[in-house]
């Protein structure tokens, strides 16, 4: 089946610093890709999506490309801040009987110093 | 705006006490459902989803069940709860057919005693 593998945590940066979490994917059909972030104690916001390949998507300073080629969808930030700090998910849209379903990594849980 | 409710947000239960989660969506109509664990240090397991009314697909083979009463109502339970229930459980709604993408509720966290 589809899979989802994200770079293993802990990631500690310091304020300003250039993050990239890397996220690869393999999947039988043309998925949609996602990232989502989990702050501590909440439920998961969606930070970005890209549906097709050479997509890129972006907010909030983060972005994300995919990529067919190497079946890749890295989120970066070119400046962490503080607020930054929390889980951050990589997933695919697999669609099965009508609902997509969602596959995630396991995350990767970014702390940001001052 | 669509909005997503969960409750209660802690819960801590004995071993083998029933369980009921419940989750509603606001703002939308006809929506997917899905119920999530995450447990400590794991990712994000889904257990089951629910295109309609009365319409279930489980994910996992487990002592939890889901029933969606209501097209806005999604509801997991367990009769005896096991120590490895423990979790974080979260609620997501998707507009059916229509996008791909999930939105989250705030979660319930579990611990079972």
């Known amino acids: 089946g589809d899979s989802v593998t994200q770079m293993e945590g802990p990631v500690t940066l310091s304020e300003e610093a250039f993050l990239t979490i890397n996220c690869t994917y393999t999947?039988?059909?043309?998925?949609?890709l996602f990232w989502y972030v989990q702050y501590p104690g909440e439920g998961l916001q969606l930070l970005l999506k890209?549906?097709?390949?050479?997509d890129k998507g972006s907010n909030k300073g983060f972005e994300a490309t995919y990529r067919k080629e190497t079946t890749s969808f890295h989120l970066e930030k070119g400046s962490v801040q503080v607020s930054d700090s929390a889980v951050y998910f990589c997933?695919?849209?697999?669609?099965?009987?009508?609902?997509?379903?969602?596959?995630f990594g396991k995350g990767t849980k970014l702390t940001v110093n001052p | 705006s669509q909005t997503i409710h969960q409750w209660p947000a802690t819960l801590v239960q004995p071993v083998g006490s029933p369980l009921s989660l419940e989750c509603t969506v606001e703002?939308?109509?006809?929506?997917?459902l899905y119920w999530y664990r995450q447990a400590a240090g794991r990712g994000l397991q889904l257990l089951f989803y629910?295109?309609?009314?009365?319409?279930i697909s489980s994910e996992v083979p487990q002592n939890l069940s889901a029933s969606r009463p209501q097209d806005r109502q999604f509801i997991l339970s367990s009769k005896k709860l096991l120590l490895s229930d423990s979790g974080f459980y979260l609620c997501?709604?998707?507009?059916?057919?229509?996008?791909?993408?999930?939105?989250f509720g705030p979660g319930t966290r579990l611990t079972v005693l």
């Open positions: 999947a039988t059909g043309y998925p949609s």
């Open positions: 629910s295109v309609g009314i009365g319409q």
């Open positions: 703002g939308t109509s006809n929506p997917n």
């Open positions: 890209a549906t097709k390949a050479d």
């Open positions: 997933a695919l849209s697999e669609s099965q009987g009508g609902s997509e379903k969602l596959v």
């Open positions: 997501a709604w998707s507009v059916r057919g229509s996008t791909d993408t999930q939105y």
